[in-house]
């Protein structure tokens, strides 16, 4: 084993990384908002993928204008899921907003396997971003720093607006006290309601991300989501800058064991999992309500 | 005396007629078409197999014997305990006399028992594991007909010379990837190569980049990659993005043989990359005819694996016809007597261990500007005939031979 080797995981670990933040932050934020586990969201991952390969295979329409048309459709679409299914379940159990979400999951991969086949369909990295930079101990793709740099200003800039912001001010006040917070005026099932579409939002920009990297396929959501999930878990879950913090460090830590013992690359995340709800059942970074 | 001559052919003709309806039982013949309908080896396999198999069956015009020929598939989910409750229930239940496609060696090995209890036929043909034909044997009731990990190693230990000597490997860790790498060792080692490193890769994995880093780091000439379906395009995606080829590392990815695949990756990616193939799309006029009405079904080119499919299925309904028997036995016994010509084989023949053998191609991906249609994307490097590539019977170890 020699330095190189583990550099190299290292940057591939904090690739992963930055999907694991991407895909996490949504679920942190409708989880701290609407108080739903949305096992969905891998489902909205996989559509971000095929709707920028349905622009550029039908209208032509690239990368970059896909990095705003994207979460914009997936958003909408998550807001339209939302008013129709989900707003019957928030005042149920927990147990039956995970089961619902989890159907839609399975229905609209379901609907994607009849629609495309389970075939990858490939789509093209970007010539702006092609190529790369040999750093010496590895050849760094341009495309993969940019997933980097993407995912973390998404990543910010969601934070700055939940925490430091007079409408994540709202959004965070309609959740701790919906009552109070409606009778001072402001409409909380709209708030919801877009909550929910800038955490789905952040699963379609995932998606567009992803595309170039890996085959765009009806099922490349439902893996992703387990992992994503028991990050959420281990970092906390609602905790936003917990979820940002620990798919950094749970990326790295695959890109560790990768060098160490490869088959274990899979495990780890879930044997911390187990670790930190055991001694930590509110997660890394959650409160305890 | 004349009387009896009258009642003794009444008697024989009423017995053969009899005998004839009773051959084939309930006037029907089914063919179940079990693979992968919904993951990664759908592409190479799956609802293409099927359509394949229907492709055969039409050429009979649906009936054989008077017997009607249907079609049914089944989902296996790459779960060896899923796949062995279909192939229970489709014997059992629902009257299947052969079943065929078995994408997924361990599923393959699953059902090949059942179908040895229950005294059925299996057609293997998108099961790679050379077992089948080894010790897991099953020569009256299983026949294995497009490939095999020994013969896909020992094919790439023969191109050792034009490769290189340091070879790295990434293994999809499950029965197919781990018998394709010992075949693969075993077949480079004797040619002088050297395996400097290897790495077992989770089934589905979604990103190789870490794998394909230490491939790097290792400093070898060649990196096998040894798993299929959508691994296959992922991990030879990856290889291009982090620069192998670019740094004079080639790239052979086993499991890539497929037009589809390839296709789906873009030549742009896989341009270069080498495998093993027992099908090329123009190797014949019958390859020719069967691609173009494949293309007009289903709007791709088939894969190698779905062309074997259709071979297997034909040739067991002709042996079916021939025989007038659904008896596994009298089936196989007649098959070992031809010499198949068909859209995937010229001359293919089938050994008493249930191994079809057949010539084998040693193929490299096209360049985008080589490339003068949309389906024209393989070049052949050389030409292996069937019986240097297959490994020999009596090396397969097959139990069922030595009694």
Redesign the interface.
Known sequence: MNGQVIAGQLLVGLINGSFYAMMSLGLAVIFGLLNIANIAQGAFYMMGAFFSWMLLRWGGIGYFPALVLVPLGVGLIGMAIERLLLVHVYKLDHMYGLLLTFGILMFTQGLFVWLFATAGRPYPVPPALSGGFDLGFMFLPKYRAWIILTSMTFCLATWFVIEKTPVGRTLRAATEKPMLTRAFGVNVPALMTFGFGVGVALAGAAGLLAAPIYSVSPIMGGDLIIVVFAIVVIGGMGSILGSIVTSLSLGLLEGLARVVYPQSANMVVFIIMIAVLLIRPAGLFGRER | MYFKQISTAVLVSALLAGVAHAEIANNRIRIGVLSDL???Y??NS??GSVEAVKMAVEEFGGKINGATVEVLAGDHQNKPDVGASVANRWFDVEGVDMVTDLVNSAVAFAVVDVAKAKNKTVMLTSAGSADLTGKACAPDNSVHWIYDTYQMGKSMGLAVPQLGKKWFFITA?YAFGIALEGALMNSIKPMGATVVGS????L?T??F???V??A??SGADVVAINNGG?DA??AV??AR???LQA?GIKVVALGLDSL?AIK???L??AQGGMYVTTWLPDMSPEAQAFTKKFIERRKTAPSTFQVGTYSAALNWLKAVQATNSKDPKVVLAWMQKQHFKDAFTNGGTLRPDGRMVHDVYLVQVKTPAESKSEWDMLKVIATIPGDQAFRPMADGGCPALKK
Request: net charge negative; charged share 25%; proline share 5%.
């Open positions: 919904s993951g990664i759908e592409q799956g609802n860790d790495v077992r890769a989770p589905g979604a990103d980049s870490s794998f880093l230490q790097q780091a959508d395009i992922n995606k990856a993005e982090f620069g740094k589809p789906s990756a873009s742009d990616v």
